[in-house]
């Protein structure tokens, strides 16, 4: 399965139309942003797990990193409320579950190898003077949330590896469309090599990462080891 692959495409998906798909465990939906391989695959998704659901426990051999949008999601490690930002290292497995249902950001077998380093924070970039907040850093990947004050500006420069940003609040416009507003849990991913700006239409908090680009057998996206 190969949804929005190509990483030399920017591409969006409007957060007032994500279309939900059921995940082969009950009461877990999910929402494919970009995807390289069916059940086994390199993926950007939105998941939302219903009150008192859960996944079966499960390994990530390429890792796994997620952002709780809404809710407060779980595992037999602790308990995540909205603003928490995770990564799982590869190798790593977990079971997951929600009492009282949840919404996350999650991406899918994307980390380097060497990559071991577990990370659990909660985000609160400054609301006053729109400085990034830096949650993580390994080699060129680079990830960041940032509030932006309505009727500011921001960009984030131009990187030679793929960038994406996640609006978590607010309604922004951007540089490649704009009359359009993007709200809450809009996503974009930008080419390599270019910035990415927005105006901020209302305040706005969003969630940003630049993505280096690793080939392999399973197609365009990246990074896989």
Known sequence: MNIRADLDQTVFVSG???????????GVERV????????????????????GSSFSEHRHDL????VV?????????????????VRNPPRSSHCP???????????????????????????????????????????????SCVHVEAGERFAFSASY???ELLVLSGELSWQQEKTRRLGPWSWIRMSPGQPLRFNALTP??????????????????????
């Open 204 to 225: 706005c908090t969003v969630f940003s990462k630049t993505r280096p680009v690793y080939r392999s057998a399973l197609g365009a996206l990246g990074p896989v080891v």
């Open 97 to 143: 579950t929600s009492a009282p249902g949840c919404v996350i950001f999650v991406k899918l077998r994307q980390f380097h190898m060497q990559d071991q380093n577990p990370v659990v924070t909660q985000m609160s970039p400054s609301p006053v003077c729109s400085e990034p907040q830096e949650l993580y850093r390994y080699a060129d990947e680079v990830v």
């Open 69 to 85: 949008l809404s809710g407060v999601f779980s595992d037999q490690y602790g308990d995540y409320p909205a603003g928490t930002y």
């Open 16 to 26: 007032r139309h994500l279309t939900w798909r059921a995940s082969p465990m009950a």
């Open 161 to 163: 590896h793929v960038r």
């Open 63 to 66: 890792g796994e990193e997620f």
């Open 32 to 51: 494919l942003l970009d995807r390289v391989g069916a059940e086994l695959a390199v993926a950007t998704s939105l998941v939302r797990y219903a009150p």
